[in-house]
């Protein structure tokens, strides 16, 4: 009995989920029939669809699709080419780019030098995402073939940092043309371009036939914007949705133990954390949050909402981003140490704050588990949940005290994953959403981003995150594994490790039944 209940619950959340969101029901083709149609489960809508106005994760599992970089990172996240076929480097501040002839944009434009510098000059510009490119100087074009790319420092991330998805190349006469909408019309040279958008909803992207690695095998892919990890399990259960991104919870399992799908984890770049406004009292005050980090039992939340799928943080940057130093230390549980730093901080009965969330089922979990645990000390939690783009934009402008997020370590280079959090000229959008300032950090942070020597970067990044850690900005739960669900008959799916899976390449088991 109790089994068909869960059946007849499951079926129901499915129309639900799929009728009421969409109209008609989405299928791939039927026995006998060719599938065309490639159906992704998102775990949440792209805020925008420019690369250079947004660095979410979401919208770059979008973008990645639509858009090449001058350079990619293969597997092993070692820098190959893209539409860059070639470069040197012949002193510590200039790199000179060899670009592939005859790449088209989606418009038929083809792709030169002229929109290389184009893109990078419109980073360069970009609040959100500027700290990206470090130093960037200047760019010239030598011919339409050949950029040099300048900085004003050494900068040794300089390559890595160029593969990100939002260092991707533009076609200037595009972005012109659609002006303040091209973040809902974008045109770039990847494997597919995009055809709709139905806000909150889907994103629907064609095959580009003209891609310089020859077409993707799969014509359609639906990008489908589904907030409740269940909902994006239930969907592969009922064969509505081909691949599902971050499954949570008992999910993993249902999945796993299912003989029709498969159940990909490992290790990622990723890690959550919780962040504390340290420009607002309390958390101005570096005794709160070190009492803070003194109360939460970070065990709890790996055993409860992660399933064990992640392990105990000691840093911003997990071990397989290039500077992790394992000199950093994870906090200990000590509740009369942090009742006595809360007193000093006159705070002796505790106080009253709110946390934080957007609809991510696992940082809701997280915020009641570390709301019931800081009653320990006399602190009071309100979680407080906002949809996503309000979270960002919130967040961005300070209006939060303390809030739940993650970051992904996108070039597995150090720098990507400390200066963006850490340093004062992040504020807001750009990473630092803690508004955290120290001006020893800020110049060690300078000073490994403008070396080329890789052990000298190490050592600066070793003392970033032991004072880090110690002043507490973020307290950080975990080192996250990444998850994907999918069809058995879905195949030569890649996890990458920044978790910016790209679709070129996936195709359908031949003769497999649906």
Same mark, same amino acid.
């Given at each position: 009995?109790?089994?068909?209940?869960?059946?007849?619950?499951?079926?129901?959340?499915?129309?639900?989920?799929?009728v009421?969101?969409?109209?008609?029901? #989405?299928?791939?083709s039927?026995?006998? %029939?060719?599938?065309?149609?490639?159906?992704?489960?998102?775990?949440?809508?792209?805020?925008?669809?420019?690369?250079?106005?947004?660095?979410?994760?979401?919208?770059?599992?979008?973008?990645?699709?639509?858009?090449?970089?001058?350079? !990619?990172?293969? =597997?092993?996240?070692?820098?190959?080419?893209?539409?860059?076929?070639?470069w040197?480097?012949?002193?510590?501040?200039?790199?000179?780019?060899?670009?592939? &002839?005859?790449?088209?944009?989606?418009?038929?434009?083809?792709?030169?030098a002229?929109?290389?510098?184009?893109?990078?000059?419109?980073?360069?510009?970009?609040?959100?995402?500027?700290?990206?490119?470090?130093?960037?100087?200047? $760019?010239?074009?030598?011919?339409?073939?050949?950029?040099? $790319?300048?900085?004003?420092?050494?900068?040794?991330?300089?390559?890595?940092?160029?593969?990100?998805?939002?260092?991707?190349?533009? *076609?200037?006469?595009?972005?012109?043309?659609?002006?303040?909408?091209?973040g809902?019309?974008?045109?770039?040279?990847?494997?597919?371009?995009?055809?709709?958008?139905?806000?909150?909803?889907?994103?629907?992207?064609?095959?580009?036939?003209?891609?310089?690695?020859?077409?993707?095998? +799969? &014509?359609?892919?639906?990008?489908?914007?589904?907030?409740?990890?269940?909902?994006?399990?239930?969907?592969?259960?009922?064969?509505?949705i081909?691949?599902?991104? !971050?499954?949570?919870g008992? =999910?993993?399992? /249902? $999945?796993?133990?299912?003989?029709?799908?498969?159940?990909?984890? #490992?290790?990622?770049?990723?890690?959550?954390?919780?962040?504390?406004?340290?420009?607002?009292?309390?958390?101005?005050?570096?005794?709160?949050?070190?009492?803070?980090?003194?109360?939460?039992?970070?065990?709890?939340?790996?055993?409860?909402?992660?399933?064990?799928?992640?392990?105990?943080?000691?840093?911003?940057?997990?071990?397989?981003?290039?500077?992790?130093?394992?000199?950093?230390?994870?906090?200990?549980?000590? +509740?009369?140490?942090?009742?006595?730093?809360?007193?000093?901080?006159?705070?002796?009965?505790?106080?009253k704050?709110?946390?934080?969330? *957007?609809?991510?089922?696992d940082?809701? !979990?997280?915020?009641?588990?570390?709301?019931?645990?800081?009653?320990?000390?006399?602190?009071?939690? #309100?979680? %407080?949940?906002?949809?996503?783009g309000?979270?960002?934009?919130?967040?961005?402008?300070?209006?939060?005290?303390?809030?739940?997020?993650?970051?992904?370590?996108?070039?597995?280079?150090?720098?990507?994953g400390?200066?963006?959090?850490?340093?004062?000229?992040?504020?807001?959008?750009?990473?630092?959403?803690?508004?955290?300032?120290?001006?020893?950090?800020?110049?060690?942070?300078?000073?490994?981003?403008?070396?080329?020597?890789?052990?000298?970067?190490?050592?600066?990044? /070793?003392?970033?995150?032991?004072?880090?850690?110690? %002043? $507490?900005?973020?307290?950080?739960?975990?080192?996250?594994?990444?998850?994907?669900?999918?069809?058995?008959?879905? #195949?030569?799916f890649?996890?990458?490790?920044?978790?910016?899976?790209r679709?070129?390449?996936?195709?359908? &088991?031949?003769?497999? !039944?649906k």
């Open positions: 009995m109790k089994k068909k209940l869960h059946l007849l619950i499951m079926a129901v959340l499915s129309v639900l989920l799929f009421s969101c969409g109209g008609e029901k #989405e299928t791939n039927g026995k006998g %029939e060719v599938r065309d149609t490639l159906i992704v489960a998102n775990g949440a809508d792209a805020k925008s669809l420019d690369p250079h106005a947004t660095n979410d994760a979401p919208s770059s599992k979008v973008t990645v699709q639509i858009y090449d970089r001058l350079v !990619d990172q293969d =597997d092993n996240m070692n820098v190959v080419p893209a539409l860059a076929e070639s040197e480097q012949p002193d510590g501040v200039t790199t000179i780019f060899h670009l592939r &002839k005859g790449v088209k944009f989606h418009n038929g434009e083809p792709l030169t002229k929109d290389v510098k184009f893109s990078l000059d419109r980073m360069k510009s970009s609040p959100q995402v500027s700290h990206i490119i470090g130093t960037l100087d200047r $760019v010239e074009i030598v011919d339409d073939y050949t950029v040099k $790319v300048i900085t004003k420092q050494p900068f040794g991330a300089l390559l890595s940092h160029l593969s990100h998805p939002t260092a991707a190349i533009l *076609n200037e006469k595009a972005v012109k043309e659609y002006g303040d909408s091209y809902q019309h974008p045109v770039g040279t990847g494997p597919y371009k995009f055809i709709s958008w139905a806000s909150g909803d889907r994103i629907v992207l064609e095959a580009n036939p003209d891609y310089f690695m020859g077409e993707t095998p +799969i &014509k359609n892919v639906i990008i489908r914007a589904i907030s409740e990890a269940t909902n994006r399990t239930i969907g592969l259960e009922t064969g509505e081909d691949i599902a991104y !971050d499954l949570e008992m =999910d993993k399992d /249902r $999945v796993r133990e299912d003989k029709n799908l498969v159940f990909l984890e #490992e290790p990622s770049l990723g890690i959550d954390y919780i962040g504390f406004n340290t420009a607002k009292a309390p958390f101005n005050d570096i005794r709160v949050r070190q009492a803070i980090a003194m109360t939460i039992k970070v065990d709890d939340i790996i055993e409860t909402v992660y399933k064990g799928s992640a392990t105990r943080a000691n840093s911003l940057i997990g071990p397989k981003v290039f500077g992790h130093t394992d000199d950093a230390k994870a906090w200990e549980v000590n +509740i009369e140490k942090a009742k006595q730093l809360l007193a000093e901080a006159g705070y002796p009965n505790g106080f704050s709110k946390i934080w969330i *957007n609809e991510n089922p940082r809701r !979990d997280i915020a009641i588990i570390v709301q019931d645990q800081l009653r320990a000390i006399g602190v009071d939690i #309100e979680v %407080e949940t906002l949809e996503w309000a979270y960002l934009e919130g967040t961005s402008r300070g209006d939060h005290e303390m809030y739940i997020l993650g970051w992904v370590s996108v070039t597995g280079d150090a720098d990507y400390l200066f963006p959090l850490l340093h004062s000229s992040c504020f807001g959008g750009a990473g630092n959403r803690a508004f955290y300032k120290n001006p020893k950090v800020d110049d060690l942070l300078l000073r490994a981003r403008n070396s080329n020597d890789q052990e000298e970067r190490k050592a600066l990044y /070793r003392e970033v995150q032991i004072i880090a850690q110690e %002043e $507490v900005p973020y307290y950080i739960t975990a080192f996250k594994e990444q998850n994907v669900g999918l069809q058995k008959y879905v #195949e030569n890649k996890q990458r490790p920044a978790g910016h899976h679709l070129y390449g996936v195709k359908f &088991k031949e003769n497999a !039944d």
